[in-house]
């Protein structure tokens, strides 16, 4: 992302500060997902797609208020 809004799918993720003040859009690299990982953590609530990209970008899994690393099925 290059700083601008993306639309409607920057919407529904709530990764954008147009939509989710929260959270700034232009923050630098994977910081918006970091921000989320700590939100998660915190015990906020997320949207699914909150969680399904941020997780998604920084390799790891989220479930159940934990976050652990991915494990690569070639592994």
């Known amino acids: 992302m290059n700083g601008q809004c993306s639309g409607r799918n920057c919407e529904v993720a709530g990764t954008c500060a147009r939509f989710n003040p929260k959270i700034h ?41 934990r976050c652990a690393p991915r494990i690569s099925e070639e592994a």
């Open 25 to 65: 859009a232009d923050a630098g690299d994977k910081e918006w997902a970091k921000r989320l990982r700590r939100m998660y953590l915190a015990g906020e609530r997320l949207r699914p797609a909150q969680i399904a990209m941020a997780s998604a970008a920084l390799d790891e899994v989220w479930s159940g208020g």
